[in-house]
């Protein structure tokens, strides 16, 4: 006859051990709040009224009192209609950051996750690289940044180039620029025989002749493949190649996959850095105006400018979450 007691000991045993999982879930989650209080108590605090204001400012005419105050006067989407009817240097502009992203993502995210996947290897000096790599990322921000930007001579002498360059190629019936890599008739003449469309070989030239640029914005992405990369366990890949698996088939069956969270951070992420950066040409437009235009009501046009900006960016992420979301996996715990 089964004892009862012998019986309730796994039950009793199983329920304790759901109960560890649950206060453990709910100590997690105390610290992930926490941990993120300084980021909220600043947003609430300080950042929210300061964008509260910003929209108020994109419907009302801001007009100075004698004594030091303003008061608002409401206007409408007279600002709005203004910037995408009247102003056709902001649409303008506008497409062109728009494309310029559509560029720079997807040739960021691939450099990315090509160099961390080849970082990830076993190899002598694997530190000394990825510090190499990480690099441009400490030496593009802040003061070393603003000094880049700042740079005269240099600018001086990009300018000298550009002009000497054309005056080479008019001179000799070049149309290509002296300060390009690559040209789109060279690259066509190489893959002459392989029926490449033309404009995946000008995207190629774009990319090679933009090659500084996107390795100065990899760091970050860089990283975050890393640390996904290091996330998977070395067992899959041990029984991997017990089962014959070769390194092509390992990397789209296993890594990609597992790896695919990170892909979609890193494109959220790659797409608000593109267009929150200083040499944006949004964002150069939208200082430009509100910094030297005569233009009456140029804080107010900006400010609308800014939020049609702001929205565009919202959209573009929205469409990137829903696009790549349906093909991210997630790898899940059995509780």
């Known amino acids: 006859m089964t004892n009862t007691k012998e019986l309730q000991a796994p039950a009793k045993a199983v329920k304790v051990k759901k109960t560890k999982d649950r206060s453990l879930a709910k100590s997690k989650a105390r610290s992930g709040w926490v941990f993120i209080a300084p980021f909220l108590l600043g947003f609430f605090l300080i950042y929210l009224p300061m964008i509260l204001e910003s929209l108020q400012f994109s419907f009302n005419d801001i007009q100075f009192d004698r004594g030091g105050g303003y008061h608002l006067e409401y206007q409408g989407f007279a600002f709005y209609e203004y910037a995408l009817l009247e102003d056709t240097s902001f649409v303008k502009t506008l ?6 992203l559509l560029f720079n993502v997807p040739a960021i995210v691939i450099f990315s996750l090509f160099v961390a996947v080849l970082l990830n290897q076993k190899m002598v000096g694997r530190a000394v690289f990825r510090a190499i790599f990480f690099i441009p990322v400490i030496v593009s921000t802040g003061i070393i940044e603003s000094i880049d930007l700042q740079n005269s001579l ?13 005056s080479i190629n008019a001179a000799g019936g070049g149309a290509s620029n002296s300060n390009n890599l690559l ?5 066509a003449s190489f893959f002459q025989n392989m029926a490449i469309g033309t404009q995946l070989v000008t995207y190629i ?4 002749n933009g090659v500084y640029d996107i390795v100065n914005k990899s760091g970050v992405q860089m990283l975050i493949f890393h640390a996904g990369l290091q996330s998977i366990s070395p067992a ?7 089962d014959g698996a070769t390194s092509w088939e390992t990397f ?10 990170m892909i979609l951070v890193n ?13 944006n040409v949004m964002m150069k437009f939208i200082n430009g105006l509100n910094s030297g235009s005569s233009i009456a009501n140029a804080q107010e046009k900006t400010t609308a400018m800014a939020w049609m900006y702001f929205l565009v960016v919202i959209l573009i992420l929205a469409v990137v979450a829903a696009i790549m979301g ?4 997630y790898q899940r715990r059995e509780n």
């Not at 899959?236 to 017990?242: A, R």
Request: aromatic share 12%.
């Open 154 to 166: 240099a600018e001086t002498m990009g300018q000298y180039t550009e002009s000497a360059g054309s």
């Open 183 to 187: 040209n789109a008739m060279d690259v």
């Open 236 to 242: 899959i890949y041990e029984s991997c190649q017990m």
């Open 267 to 279: 494109a959220v992420y790659t797409v608000i850095d593109s267009f929150t950066a200083q040499n």
């Open 252 to 261: 789209w069956k296993i890594t990609f996959p597992m790896i695919s969270p």
């Open 205 to 208: 030239v774009d990319i090679v």
């Open 326 to 329: 349906g093909y991210v996996f």
């Open 95 to 100: 497409g062109s950051s728009v494309s310029q």
